[in-house]
């Protein structure tokens, strides 16, 4: 497979380009989009969002909890608690592993 020095060099010189653009743009651009995620974060519409959907989460994770568990039950046959002997992997000597 041949290489090509000319691809690795037109992708290290962008790079270079690229990086040297973006530190003239460094802390004040920083700034400016951090200075944009504080006041979008304490937009009283996005705190109350926020809100609502942890009291939501709050109020259906026994609901989730509660479907998965009957999930697991009517999958396995069980609640998901120890083995029996007959479904267990078994050793090559024919034994349970513990």
Known sequence: MKKHPIKKLTLLLAFGIGYVLGARAGRGRYEQIADGARRFAGNPKVQAA??????????QAPVVASAVKDKVTGTFGHDGGQDDDATRPRSAAGQPFS
Request: net charge negative.
């Open 50 to 59: 926020a809100e609502k959907a942890q009291e939501t989460v709050a109020q």
